[in-house]
């Protein structure tokens, strides 16, 4: 079972919100972790987009717009990045990211189609 | 502003070595504040964290446990720069690497470097 595991894909509307998953592996408790999210478009590397480890302790990326937010769901052992009032340069593809220790993880990734 | 140019070979043979290098401008390889990171994206195994060094008084490294055997990273603070090595590749292997600074996140990258495993 993979330490992070998020969905492949995601579509949603412009101006709707979009809810991205990241979910860790049982035994890995969210509540201990900082949640890394990244965004990453063709042909570019991944840029960072926020940090959530609890509503006292996140760190928006420079620049990066507030309708970008993280939480956490205890219940379902699971970060989210919640973007709000989609736009289509939002269509991306978004990673999650902790670390494990003194290793990084990533998830698998989920591709956000804005149509 | 701190800016990473990766350098090294696209084309590796089964069985050798892969050496990639990111020189540094803008920081320091020996900043007590960052470490300097290695990571690889493939359409298989998406983004790959492979390791990190850093210095804190002492250099320092930390490895993915799957590649630990393999994987090599050293920091060159005569060009201020860090290299990649790579052993026994595999067309597994075949990635595009990225150099990434770590300051409290992944927050500089360099350019991507496709490197093709392949005789």
């Known amino acids: 079972q993979a330490v992070l595991t998020q969905p492949s894909s995601l579509s949603a509307s412009p101006g709707a919100s979009a809810s991205l998953t990241c979910t860790l592996r049982?035994?890995?408790?969210?509540?201990?972790?900082?949640i890394y999210w990244y965004q990453q478009k063709p042909g570019s590397p991944p840029q960072y987009l926020l940090r959530y480890k609890s509503d006292s302790d996140r760190w928006q990326g420079s620049g990066v717009p507030s309708r970008f937010s993280g939480s956490k769901d205890a219940s379902a052992n699971a970060g989210i990045l919640l973007i709000s009032g989609l736009q289509s340069e939002d269509e991306a593809d978004y990673y999650c990211?902790?670390?494990?220790?003194?290793?990084?993880?990533f998830g698998g990734g989920t591709k956000l189609t804005v149509l | 502003q701190v800016q990473l140019q990766q350098s090294g070979p696209g084309l590796v043979k089964p069985s050798q070595t892969l050496s990639l290098t990111c020189a540094i401008s803008g920081d320091s390889v020996s900043s007590n504040s960052a470490a300097w990171n290695w990571i690889r994206q493939s359409p298989s195994r998406g983004l790959e964290w492979l390791g990190r060094?850093?210095?804190?008084?002492?250099?320092?490294?930390d490895y993915a446990v799957s590649l630990k055997s393999r994987v090599t990273i050293n920091p060159d603070t005569s060009k201020n720069q860090f290299s990649l090595q790579l052993d026994s590749v595999t067309p597994e292997d075949t990635a595009v690497y990225y150099c990434t600074r770590e300051g409290r996140w992944f927050d500089c990258w360099g350019q991507g470097t496709l490197v093709t495993v392949s005789s």
């Open positions: 049982s035994g890995i408790n969210v509540d201990t972790y900082s």
């Open positions: 060094t850093y210095y804190r008084s002492k250099w320092y490294n």
């Open positions: 990211l902790i670390w494990h220790g003194n290793t990084a993880v």
